[in-house]
Structures are given as C-alpha cells and as structure tokens.
C-alpha cells in the first residue's frame, strides 16, 4: 500500500480529549497492551501529531505520529500498529514466519503466499481470516511487515498451504516508514529454533506486484541440513538489516544487493506515475515557497521554468512528455478543476497565465517540503533567472488564404483560411501558371493574365489595361491580398499562429506630476515574458522603483513602468538577455542622449 509516495492532506496535532479516545481505541483493538504501555504510545503531553494522507491509489489514511515516527495508521476506520511500534513490542499481533529474500519481494508491492511461510513446530500461529497480523523472518523475531490474513489457520492448513497468506498493507522501507526515522529493524532473538521446513526454496508466487515465484521449502531431513541452511538464512537477513542504516541514504552491503532493491523499486512504479508524482510534488513546492501574490497574474511557462523547475529535487529533472499529461496546460487545468489549487486564464490567443491561487487550499496548507529536496547549486538571485532560462520564440511570417484568392488555391487543394509561408505561396502560384501555360511565349519573365490572375489580384481599373504581369509582380500582389498572420514556436512547446502582423514590444517614455520621466513598456506577454519578472529586473538593475499596471482595454494584461528614462537598459536588457529581435522592440530611439554637458 505503501510502496509508492503518498499525498499528505493536512498535519495537525492530536488535542487532549482526541488523545483519550485515540488511547481507547488501541486499548479495545490490542487488549495485550498494558496501561503503561498505551501511555507510552499515546502520552499526554508530547509531541502527536494526526496526518491525513492519500495512498497513491486514492486511500484515504490516518497516521499518528509520535515525535515525528509513525506508531499507528488507520484504514478504513481499522488500526493498524507500524513496524517501529512492533518492533517494541514484537509480541503484539500474531505473526507469520519467512526467509529473509522473501522479504525483499514483500519490500517491491508483493504479498506473502504460503509456500513461502516457515512454519515452528508450534505450528501456524492461529488467525481468523482479515485479523491483523505480522511477518518476521527466520532467527529474528522482530516484525519486517503487517498485513491481514487472507484466511483462517485452518483453511491455510486444508489448503495444503497453497495460495495467498497474508495481504500486506506496509513494509520496513515502504514510504510510511520512509515518513519516520528510517531506524533499521532490532536483532530480537528467536525461543522456538525449531522449524519444520516442507522443501527447498523453490518459489513463492507474488501478490499485487509479483513477477516470478520466490522460496519455497523442499524438505530439510536431517540436523546437519537445518544447521547449515539456518547460517545461510542468518546471514541474509544480516544483509537485509544493514540496507537504510542512515537517514538520507540506503547503504546496502554487497552491490549485488542494491542492485536487486533499486530493481525492485522500478519495478514497483511505472516511469509516468514517477513524472506524474513528480510534477504535483513541484506544483506544491513551488506555490508554496516559491510564488507571491504580487507576482499574478503569471505565464505558466515561466511559472514551469522559474519556479517548478526550481522545486526539482537534485538528480531528478521535470519532463512533461513523459507524464500522462504531456502538455502543461493539461497539467494546470487538472490542478484547477480537480484540485481547485489555481485559477488559469488565457493572456492573448496562446498565452495563458495563472490568476489566481487558493492558497488555503488543504492539500496546500499540509504540503511538506520533501527531505531530499535542496536548494540548486547555482543560485540566482531575485528576477535574475528568468535572463538564464528564457529562450525567445521563433517568429515566422505567413500569409491565409481569402475569399478573393480562393479560386487561385483551388487546384492545390488550399481552401479560405488556410495559412502558408511566403515560399509555399510561390511554389503554388508558380505551378498554377505553368500548370495553366501563362508563361509568356516570347519574354519570359512576364505571365499572361488569365480571368482567373484578373479576379484576383488586378483591380477594375486595371481589367482593360493589364494583359501581363512580371514574375515578381505576380507574387508581391498575391501576398499583398493574403492575410497577414504570424506563428510563435515558443522553445518545448506546440506553435501558435495568430491573424495580423507581430505586435511588437512598444517603449516609451511619460512625463509624471513635476516633470518626473517614467518609462513604460507594453505587450511583453505576446513574446511569453513575464512582466512581473522584467519590473523585478530592472529595478534591481537601475535601482529606481517599479510598478505593473492593468493595460486599459485588454484583459488581463499589464504594463511596466520603472521611474526615469531607462529606454537603453530595457533595450539591452530585451535585445542581449532576452534576445528579442530589434525589429520586434519599437521606441529604443529614446534613448537619452548621451554627450558632454557644457
């Protein structure tokens, strides 16, 4: 249940009267706990705390946490005890027996089959079916895992012990205990050492994430055997014992053994569910302690780049197509409508911006910045970042076919509407001609003009007097009648093509009560940068105050401006760091003057 990362709701701590009936319950759930020892799981005055946690397949979970380590979860209004609280009382809750590699395939998402149970000759400990029991392993006491029992002891003995054992629901290096410590399980000697062993190790199927059958017993006959066999699961289980000995890291003995658990936690998580993890993981982060509300509304690219990206825990890397959502703006619209987190807007055609954040959303509110998460290495400092990252979209001219032209399109299968670059124009126009033999028997530089060449781009005054057009012509009067459009190819994402010329980043300079200047700059969403990063930019660079204001008549866009006439540094800092093409960029020509006062 546990194997995969899980979602925290929210963290609270326990009050008193919840602490008295949390006691209750584990008293009525474990009657072998004595009141010392439910004192000691539930004390009145330390530190408990109630997490509400969603499993990765949507479970709704309890943890109490007792100075930060898991001692209890609840599921489906049943208790269950953790391994840390188990491993102080061992003797807590009946408990099945296997070989130490079993464990491993318990660790990846499997369950315990019976084959692979090691029965004492006490025999199988006496469950009902659904009773909460534990597993340890051969020659330590101390339990590796909890579960249910998927039968009764008798239909486990009058099925020959064939089939499912125990349902494991959490694991000694599962991510509940991940949530704790990470302690590794004490040494508890064994008071029964003898075992009846059915065979060799032969192959035990695995549950819900099994691949292959592991350990079954195949008849230990003699002493000498038993002995030889107990040192060999010893020492396996030494081996188990020394993976995650540390706090932040798994420090196995052999690399043959952490090979065989990096294996199986691949196995247990498919590479999109890890990314889609991954991602919501960023989005919490990075709304958490990365976004302020002064910086809305912002460009989900750069909210993507400069803040998400950022929130990546080191050696990862966010990589959207490798999600299930592929696209971000899937993505965002999955954390509005089904998390209520945001709020998104599209800027202009093909922009869009996040608005708005719920920032008492719950699931916000309980987000925990992950351990393994620290702070890039190359730390840069305020706005400064977006001058790194930011990658300046390709722009590339094109021209739609009209109503006029249609009939001129029509051979090639181009109805109204369509859009086509300047070379594609050519290539159609030219064929139609030689298509249409047009091409002027004696000077071939010029076309005949056909009815069709008169209709479309000749106008009423010109019908009597034109009979031909020269090459070039032809072609400037074609792409004169076509509409204007434009496609922006931002870095990483789909093309976008807008009708009309490219609307260029506009400069300019305003006088303020007193003759103060201001500079104001507009439309810097048109090109994917966000305004609120460039105000930041310049006014660490030119330390004079800047604000953004609402563009009047277009929705949710806004303008900079930054006091004094700062035209140079906005043009170095859009036309060097940013990258913009000068012809995009209208009013560097106001520049102040430079010269020599006299």
């Known amino acids: 249940m546990f194997t995969k990362a899980f979602r925290v709701k929210s963290n609270t701590v326990m009050k008193g009267s919840d602490r008295r009936k949390l006691k209750a319950d584990i008293s009525a759930a474990f009657p072998s706990l004595s009141a010392d020892d439910l ?64 464990v491993q ?63 494991v629901l959490h694991t000694y290096m599962d991510q509940l205990w991940a949530f704790g410590d990470k302690t590794a399980p004490p040494v508890i000697p064994v008071t029964d050492t003898s075992v009846q062993a059915d065979g060799e190790m032969d192959g035990v199927e695995c549950g819900e994430g099994g691949e292959e059958e592991v350990m079954k017993n195949e008849g230990v006959e003699s002493e000498g055997q038993l002995g030889s066999e107990m040192a060999a699961v010893e020492s396996s289980c030494q081996s188990l014992q020394d993976l995650n000995l540390g706090e932040q890291e798994q420090e196995v003995e052999t690399e043959e053994a952490k090979e065989e658990v990096q294996e199986e936690e691949k196995d247990s998580r498919s590479p999109q569910e890890q990314m889609d993890s991954l991602l919501f993981q960023c989005f919490l982060h990075a709304l958490k302690s990365k976004v302020k509300k002064s910086e809305l509304p912002l460009l989900t690219g750069t909210f993507l780049r400069k803040h998400m990206a950022s929130c990546c825990p080191r050696g990862k890397h966010l990589d959207i197509k490798k999600s299930s959502y592929k696209k971000l703006s899937k993505f965002l619209q999955t954390m509005q409508k089904e998390h209520s987190l945001i709020r998104v807007k599209e800027l202009s055609k093909g922009v869009d911006s996040i608005v708005e954040v719920d920032w008492k959303n719950p699931e916000l509110c309980s987000f925990c910045v992950p351990d393994d998460w620290e702070p890039p290495e190359e730390s840069v400092e305020e706005g400064e970042n977006c001058e790194v990252s930011y990658q300046p979209p390709e722009i590339t001219p094109l021209y739609g076919i009209t109503a006029r032209l249609e009939p001129l399109f029509h051979e090639a299968q181009k109805k109204k509407g369509s859009v086509l670059q300047a070379s594609e124009v050519r290539t159609i126009v030219t064929d139609y001609v030689k298509k249409n033999e047009l091409v002027h028997e004696t000077n071939k530089s010029y076309v005949k003009v056909n009815p069709v060449l008169c209709d479309c781009l000749l106008e009423k005054s010109e019908y009597q007097e034109v009979e031909v057009l020269k090459w070039d012509d032809l072609f400037s009067r074609t792409l004169s009648r076509m509409q204007a459009c434009h496609q922006l190819q931002f870095p990483g994402q789909a093309p976008v093509v807008r009708k009309g010329q490219v609307e260029s980043i506009d400069i300019t300079v305003a006088s303020r009560g007193s003759n103060k200047k201001v500079t104001i700059i507009k439309n810097l969403e048109g090109f994917g940068i966000d305004p609120a990063v460039v105000a930041d930019t310049l006014q660490h660079r030119v330390q004079a105050s800047s604000v953004l204001h609402d563009v009047p008549g277009a929705k949710d866009r806004q303008l900079v401006q930054i006091q004094g006439n700062q035209v140079q540094h906005v043009g170095r800092l859009l036309l060097e760091q940013y990258q913009i093409p000068r012809k995009y960029i209208q009013g560097l020509d106001k520049a102040p003057k430079t010269g020599k006062k006299k």
């Not at 943890?63 to 209004?77: D, I, R």
């Not at 009382?89 to 079993?102: C, I, R």
């Not at 499997?110 to 084959?115: E, Q, V």
């Open 39 to 102: 004192n000691e799981l539930v004390p009145n005055k330390e530190e408990l705390n109630v997490v509400k946690i969603y499993a990765h397949k949507g479970d709704a979970v309890i943890l109490y946490a007792l100075h930060k380590n898991p001692v209890f979860f609840q599921l489906e209004k049943q208790l269950y005890p953790t391994v840390y609280t188990l491993w102080r009382y061992p003797d807590l809750l009946p408990a099945f027996t296997t070989w130490a590699p079993v």
């Open 105 to 167: 395939k318990l660790i990846g998402g499997a369950d315990l089959m019976l084959p692979g149970v090691v029965v004492s000759s006490a025999g199988l400990p006496d469950v009902k079916k659904g009773d909460c029991c534990a597993i340890n392993i051969v020659s330590n006491r101390a339990p590796v895992a909890v579960g249910t029992a998927a039968l009764s002891s008798s239909d486990m003995r009058s099925s020959g012990l064939k089939g499912k054992g125990v349902t």
